[in-house]
């Protein structure tokens, strides 16, 4: 398993995570040496078995609907890095 | 016992309700303590003095009318992965480095309940992707029995603390080890409980169906009392479960008779210390001693397969976790770019640090297309191998028993640049997360002058299994007692 810097470049655009082209490089050696660990993964038999997603025996957690205090806007808006007019402040999606 | 730093919770509990001493001279204690030692160690990110003296004197007016917990007027550190009402959160990580909560987890709602005090939040490794603290945007924390080697992690700065008698106990979160590592690195007590028992509630997300939060103890007692107050369903969090909590200090008793121990061969074998192991056959005697049955003999063959499944499972689930991360609504933003889809990944490249940013890359190679079916969907398979594993294994034993890591505690720096040796440093613990059972970690004796951990682990909920062992063998040794002698 060898993951090419296209692959990489690939990966970092799915994850929106910008990347130096020094940490592509290094990322390209680390994650094909980690993946090819993985490769033992592929001798195990595993027709019929079921995929676990949790360990808890529960299922279709269900409750009641009701009314609880929530954050007011201010609360909501304090930890935001830029704000205007009460709302988060983000750049332009259309021009 | 000469200060007042150096009491357990127990010890502390007794003294308070016989008013022999205040809430506010055992906080005052526990801030000199960490004035004392906290250029040596750096176990702690923030430090509240003045909320925590303001609360040691709110539980000493409790006190006085009578009114009076386990945690009562007990100063407690808190890793920095636990939301805090008022008090920044920053899980060791440029990215919240000043990301106040607006609410308090579920489980300091609970402490604050019974009037804990609480003295500061713990460093860590990032988002808690680590197994040495070394992680930390911030700075590292230094193991206070070799100051040239690490805590463990990513709970280290709570183990460290703990260890160094700074805080008289701590809380941590562990995902893969993160609570039991640095607990054996460090001589103290820690417990992983079963996934489901402690609400996640306020906890930020690394990977949502193995993270738990625990207690970190100068002994077993203390564990129990900690598990008592923290546990329990909670309506905010869908996965914690609605089983009755028994009192954990219930089945604190000094024998072992009747009780079945399986030892795992699997966990003996890569990459162990000799001196490990011989501290590990020494306790597992020890276990027999006092009356229980053992088998050497028990295979869990899936074992060989649990580093790799983890390392699937665990960055997939942080990989969409860390998807909040978007400079938008809080934590740091770097909008120094032509639009908004490279101010996200310019945030994102500098608030994250190496270690995060190649969990998020392996777990978003996992779940992309034309790989999910080989990594991510086969790593889910073979965990329910793992878990069926143990599932059979306690059909027969009581519970297991295994060393908490394959080494004592390493250098710093030692590890740093090879990621594939680090994650083998909890190699010993990691199933335990994929099975999503309980263990725990006890001091178990000492090779090349550094602690040893032993690691029980249980059936599901049956904490009050492994505490009851870990208390017996506790009471038979004197480890725990040991001291780093940092001053």
Same mark, same amino acid.
């Given at each position: 398993m060898k993951l090419t810097h296209a692959q990489v470049k690939h990966i970092a655009w799915l994850a929106r995570l910008g990347l130096s082209q020094t940490e592509i490089e290094k990322l390209s050696l680390q994650l094909s040496d980690i993946l090819g660990d993985f490769e033992i993964l592929q001798q195990i038999d595993t027709t019929d078995v079921p995929p676990a997603t949790h360990p808890v025996p529960l299922q279709n957690v269900f409750r009641e609907d009701k009314i609880a205090r929530s954050c007011s806007q201010k609360e909501v808006l304090a930890n935001a890095p830029r704000q205007e007019e009460n709302c988060f402040k983000v750049q332009a999606i259309l021009e | 016992m000469n200060q007042l730093y150096q009491l357990s919770i127990h010890q502390a509990h007794e003294l308070l309700k016989q008013r022999k001493i205040s809430s506010l001279e055992l906080t005052q204690s526990v801030l000199g303590r960490i004035a004392e030692v906290e250029n040596k160690i750096q176990a702690c990110i923030t430090i509240t003095e003045d909320t925590a003296l303001r609360g040691a004197k709110e539980?000493?007016?409790?006190?006085?009318?009578?009114?009076?917990?386990?945690?009562?007027?007990?100063?407690? =550190?808190?890793?920095?992965?636990?939301? @805090?009402?008022? !008090?920044?959160?920053?899980?060791?990580?440029?990215?919240?480095?000043?990301?106040?909560?607006?609410?308090?987890?579920?489980v300091i709602q609970k402490l604050k309940t019974q009037k804990a005090v609480i003295v500061g939040k713990a460093n860590m490794d990032e988002f808690a992707m680590g197994s040495s603290t070394e992680n930390s945007a911030f700075f590292p924390t230094y193991n206070p029995w070799d100051l040239d080697c690490v805590p463990g992690g990513s709970s280290g700065g709570s183990a460290a603390a703990v260890a160094a008698d700074e805080p008289t106990y701590a809380l941590g979160s562990d995902t893969g080890g993160s609570i039991r590592q $640095?607990?054996?690195?460090?001589?103290?007590?820690? =417990? #992983?409980? @079963?996934?489901?028992? !402690?609400?996640?509630?306020?906890?930020?997300?690394?990977?949502?169906?193995?993270?738990?939060?625990?207690?970190? @103890?100068?002994?077993?007692?203390?564990?129990?009392?900690?598990?008592?107050?923290?546990?329990?369903?909670? $309506?905010?969090?869908?996965?914690?479960? $609605?089983? *009755?909590?028994?009192?954990?200090?219930?089945?604190?008793? *000094? &024998?072992?008779?009747? =009780?079945?121990i399986g030892v795992p061969r699997e966990y003996l074998v890569t990459g162990m210390q000799a001196g490990v192991r011989r501290a590990?056959?020494? +306790?597992?005697?020890?276990?027999?001693?006092?009356?229980? &049955?053992?088998?050497? &003999?028990?295979?869990? *063959?899936?074992?060989?397969?649990?580093?790799?499944?983890?390392?699937? =499972?665990? *960055?997939? &689930? +942080?990989s969409a976790n860390l998807a909040r991360y978007d400079g938008v609504k809080y934590g740091f933003s770097e909008q120094n770019a032509p639009n908004v889809i490279q101010a996200t990944e #310019?945030?994102?490249?500098?608030?994250?640090?190496?270690? !995060?940013?190649?969990?998020?890359?392996?777990?978003?190679?996992?779940?992309?297309?034309?790989?999910?079916?080989?990594?991510?969907?086969? +790593?889910?398979? !073979?965990?329910?191998?793992?878990?069926q594993e143990f599932d059979q294994a306690f059909k027969k034993y009581d519970a297991l028993v295994t060393p908490t890591s394959p080494t004592v505690a390493f250098k710093i720096g030692e590890k740093l640049e090879d990621p594939m040796q680090m994650y083998l440093s909890d190699v010993c613990t990691l199933p335990i997360n994929i099975a999503g059972v309980p263990a725990i970690s006890i001091p178990a004796g000492f090779a090349h002058d550094l602690p040893v951990g032993m690691q029980i682990i249980g059936k599901p909920f049956h904490e009050e299994t492994i505490l009851h062992i870990a208390f017996a063998y506790e009471q038979a040794t004197d480890w725990h007692k040991r001291k780093p002698g940092i001053q």
């Amino acid at each position: 398993m060898k993951l090419t810097h296209a692959q990489v470049k690939h990966i970092a655009w799915l994850a929106r995570l910008g990347l130096s082209q020094t940490e592509i490089e290094k990322l390209s050696l680390q994650l094909s040496d980690i993946l090819g660990d993985f490769e033992i993964l592929q001798q195990i038999d595993t027709t019929d078995v079921p995929p676990a997603t949790h360990p808890v025996p529960l299922q279709n957690v269900f409750r009641e609907d009701k009314i609880a205090r929530s954050c007011s806007q201010k609360e909501v808006l304090a930890n935001a890095p830029r704000q205007e007019e009460n709302c988060f402040k983000v750049q332009a999606i259309l021009e | 016992m000469n200060q007042l730093y150096q009491l357990s919770i127990h010890q502390a509990h007794e003294l308070l309700k016989q008013r022999k001493i205040s809430s506010l001279e055992l906080t005052q204690s526990v801030l000199g303590r960490i004035a004392e030692v906290e250029n040596k160690i750096q176990a702690c990110i923030t430090i509240t003095e003045d909320t925590a003296l303001r609360g040691a004197k709110e539980a000493d007016s409790c006190i006085a009318r009578g009114d009076i917990a386990p945690l009562t007027g007990i100063p407690a =550190l808190i890793k920095d992965v636990i939301c @805090t009402q008022g !008090v920044r959160t920053t899980c060791g990580s440029k990215m919240l480095e000043n990301f106040v909560p607006l609410y308090d987890a579920t489980v300091i709602q609970k402490l604050k309940t019974q009037k804990a005090v609480i003295v500061g939040k713990a460093n860590m490794d990032e988002f808690a992707m680590g197994s040495s603290t070394e992680n930390s945007a911030f700075f590292p924390t230094y193991n206070p029995w070799d100051l040239d080697c690490v805590p463990g992690g990513s709970s280290g700065g709570s183990a460290a603390a703990v260890a160094a008698d700074e805080p008289t106990y701590a809380l941590g979160s562990d995902t893969g080890g993160s609570i039991r590592q $640095p607990a054996g690195f460090c001589n103290t007590v820690g =417990l #992983k409980p @079963t996934y489901g028992r !402690v609400s996640r509630f306020g906890l930020v997300a690394f990977a949502s169906s193995l993270d738990q939060i625990g207690p970190l @103890t100068k002994n077993v007692t203390d564990c129990a009392l900690v598990m008592n107050t923290i546990s329990g369903y909670d $309506p905010r969090d869908s996965t914690s479960v $609605p089983y *009755p909590i028994p009192d954990y200090t219930r089945q604190l008793i *000094p &024998e072992l008779k009747g =009780l079945k121990i399986g030892v795992p061969r699997e966990y003996l074998v890569t990459g162990m210390q000799a001196g490990v192991r011989r501290a590990l056959e020494i +306790a597992i005697n020890k276990l027999q001693e006092l009356g229980a &049955e053992i088998d050497w &003999e028990l295979s869990l *063959p899936s074992t060989k397969y649990a580093l790799a499944v983890y390392y699937i =499972l665990a *960055p997939s &689930e +942080a990989s969409a976790n860390l998807a909040r991360y978007d400079g938008v609504k809080y934590g740091f933003s770097e909008q120094n770019a032509p639009n908004v889809i490279q101010a996200t990944e #310019k945030t994102r490249q500098f608030g994250f640090g190496p270690e !995060v940013k190649r969990r998020i890359m392996l777990g978003t190679y996992a779940l992309s297309a034309g790989y999910y079916d080989a990594y991510y969907l086969r +790593a889910q398979k !073979v965990r329910t191998l793992i878990k069926q594993e143990f599932d059979q294994a306690f059909k027969k034993y009581d519970a297991l028993v295994t060393p908490t890591s394959p080494t004592v505690a390493f250098k710093i720096g030692e590890k740093l640049e090879d990621p594939m040796q680090m994650y083998l440093s909890d190699v010993c613990t990691l199933p335990i997360n994929i099975a999503g059972v309980p263990a725990i970690s006890i001091p178990a004796g000492f090779a090349h002058d550094l602690p040893v951990g032993m690691q029980i682990i249980g059936k599901p909920f049956h904490e009050e299994t492994i505490l009851h062992i870990a208390f017996a063998y506790e009471q038979a040794t004197d480890w725990h007692k040991r001291k780093p002698g940092i001053q």
